[in-house]
């Protein structure tokens, strides 16, 4: 168990806007940061962090919280590793208590697997740096390739001994179960026998983007022909090859930083880049380019450069993750590298500067790359260049932004020499030929719906209430320890006409105790259970606390009621999603009329419970009561009243 000392800390030092920064690339909106939702495919903004508040919000998915709960969403962290995460990060000592047997029995399947998959990493460094095979053959392969003991212990890099049950054995005398070994696919199970998966292989430890251990890559040093030279993990509860990129985790801050992203291919590309000074590098791990990998990139940056060599085979299948990139609206980049060489080799013979200037001058825009391969390829054939010009086009329709689609469509025709109108309408036909074909798969659904009776739903009533009290809820965190000036309403009567009138009268106080006392005239109870539970909690802090503070009022909450707090603070963030000021259109601030806020929220909530109120009357005349009169005269009263409250709520509006 973590100390809640440790917890608080973590809590005071970690600031949320650096920890999602790690993850989603932010720019700034305002006093927020805006971003592209981690947890859905989108091109516009919609992830919103306030650093004022410490709390996020994802408006696509409906998600929000604090630094803590991001981590739990995002990676998937239990409470108390989120915590540990944060407390490495910013160098806090953690104050923990060593857990029981029966604690370490609750945890969970799939956080197993990564205990499983940790022990390993930290095995195979040991077996790499401490045991003689590992030394002669492991520690000696990677200096061959050049890699520092600084880079060989950055990337965690081990080996695995060449014995078919050293490792299993070793798990399994630390109290590892073969379940999770076995799901982790770092030990295989057939019947009765067992056997290390990465048997005499060099490890390449998969992170997460957090840097949890999710997978390995192991490569084979003798010349078995009959072995894969590199072997992955196979897919887990935790390992989803298509849905990581190796190195993003040593990456992702430069990534930003730089605005840029290298794709290479292979684990040492991304270590040598990484060794020589270029960290901006991530690889597909061997495996094809796919959109959950380009869209891990495009959260950091919108620019992708791609590197590899001149093989033809790695050539075609950079051509189509080229077309993948484009489908997500990313900007891409073509380098190759001169013959014989790639980017391990590259970047192992030349210093930071010159591998820098060569990417520099040698990376093309992915037109004028694709053009001149494809060029080559139809060796001047009329039908191949006729194929060559197609098949460029086709490229330039899976760009989903219609300027840069005309501006490549212009570059196409300079290259390929031939003219913008007749490319203009082979996009068009390309364009048209797939939207018939989402169409007509559109129907294909539809027809398979048609023995469902198409029946509206009935529009779903505003509840004012429930909005009433959400907002005093809203105004209670945001400005509940201000001091202001109010202007309340005494209900007299006119000394000459005898009518009733609201007379004004000025005081100052603080915003809770406006609220509370107001709450309290008009005996007004809260008929959602949770906002009551949060209403009562939010006046005893203020009531105890002078310095009240959002962010701590926060942290001290359930998941449950933290998230609803959260989503009730971050609903006005979405508004800076849109650029309004680049369209001279400036929000005004809602603290800069605080009072009118209180006061507009309270007449609502009084014109509100007035209406429901006239209502119970209008009941009750249905029933034929003795004091039929009586309740008559009260309903005129009410509505008076509402009509008196209603004008000055109208005065407060405007």
């Keep these: 168990m973590i100390s809640q000392n440790s917890i608080a800390q973590v809590f005071e030092t970690a600031r949320v806007e650096e920890v999602i920064g790690d993850f989603v690339q932010l720019k700034k909106s305002g006093s927020s940061f805006k971003g592209l939702s981690p947890f859905s495919d989108e091109r516009s903004p919609s992830f919103m962090v306030s650093p004022v508040k410490q709390i996020w919000k994802d408006f696509s998915s409906g998600k929000g919280g604090n630094a803590v709960t991001f981590l739990m969403e995002h990676e998937h962290f239990t409470y108390p590793e989120a915590i540990k995460y944060l407390a490495k990060k910013y160098n806090i000592e953690i104050e923990e208590t060593e857990r029981t047997d029966e604690e370490k029995e609750q945890q969970n399947a799939k956080e197993s697997l990564y205990l499983v998959s940790e022990y390993a990493n930290a095995y195979f460094q040991k077996v790499l740096h401490k045991t003689d095979q590992g030394k002669a053959i492991g520690l000696s392969y990677f200096k061959e390739r050049g890699f520092t003991e600084e880079t060989i212990k950055k990337f965690q890099l081990g080996y695995s001994l060449d014995d078919w049950q050293a490792f299993t054995d070793d798990a399994l005398g630390k109290g590892y179960n073969i379940d999770f070994l076995s799901a982790t696919g770092l030990t295989i199970v057939k019947d009765q026998k067992r056997f290390d998966r990465f048997k005499g292989r060099v490890m390449f430890p998969i992170h997460s983007m957090s840097g949890r251990i999710l997978g390995y890559g192991g490569r084979i040093l003798t010349n078995d022909k009959k072995a894969a030279k590199y072997l992955n993990s196979p897919e887990s509860e935790i390992y989803h090859k298509s849905k990581v990129l190796y190195g993003l985790f040593f990456a992702k801050q430069t990534i930003a930083k730089e605005d840029n992203c290298y794709l290479v291919e292979g684990y040492t590309d991304v270590i040598q880049f990484y060794q020589t000074g270029v960290k901006n590098v991530v690889s597909s791990s061997g495996t094809a380019l796919s959109s959950d990998q380009i869209r891990l990139i495009n959260r950091l940056t919108n620019n992708i450069t791609v590197l590899f060599d001149g093989d033809a085979a790695g050539i075609r299948a950079s051509i189509r993750g080229i077309d993948l990139i484009l489908e997500q609206g990313m900007n891409v980049k073509v380098c190759m590298f001169p013959d014989g060489e790639d980017p391990d080799s590259f970047a192992k013979s030349n210093t930071l500067v010159e591998i820098t200037e ?33 098949d460029i086009v086709n490229s330039i329709a899976k760009i989903p932004d219609q300027i840069k689609r005309e501006v490549y469509i212009q570059e196409c025709a300079r290259i390929m020499d031939i003219s913008e109108s007749v490319l203009f309408s082979t996009l068009a036909q390309i364009n048209k030929k797939d939207l018939q074909e989402a169409s007509k798969s559109f129907k294909q659904e539809q027809k398979a719906f048609q023995v469902v009776k198409n029946t509206e739903e ?25 001091t202001e000036q109010f202007e309340d309403l005494i209900l007299k009567e006119d000394e000459v006409s005898g009518e009733l009138v609201l007379e004004p009268t000025i005081h100052e106080t603080r915003v809770f105790e406006k609220l509370y006392l107001d709450l309290q005239e008009d005996e007004m109870q809260f008929t959602n259970e949770k906002f009551k539970l949060l209403y009562y909690s939010i006046i005893d802090k203020l009531n105890q606390d002078e310095d009240f503070s959002t962010r701590h009022f926060i942290n ?28 001279q259109i400036i929000p005004k601030e809602k603290d800069h009329s605080v009072s009118q806020l209180v006061s507009q929220t309270i007449l609502s909530l009084r014109c509100h419970l007035i209406d429901k109120k006239v209502a119970e009357y209008k009941n009750e005349t249905l029933k034929e009561t003795s004091d039929m009169r009586s309740i008559i005269e009260d309903v005129k009263d009410y509505v008076g009243l509402k009509m008196l409250l209603s004008r000055k709520l109208g005065k407060v509006i405007g």
């Design 556 to 583: 001290q909450l359930d998941q449950e009621s933290a998230s609803m707090v959260t989503t009730i603070l971050m609903d006005d963030e979405k508004y800076n999603l849109h650029d309004w000021e680049r369209n």
């Design 458 to 482: 009935p529009k779903q009533k505003i509840d004012i209430q429930y909005e009433l009290e959400r907002k005093i809820i809203e105004i209670l965190m945001l400005y509940g320890d201000k």
């Design 358 to 390: 060569y990417l520099k001058e040698n990376a093309k825009d992915f037109i004028q790359f694709k053009a001149s391969l494809l060029v080559k390829e139809a060796n001047n054939d009329p039908i191949k260049k006729a194929e060559t010009i197609r």
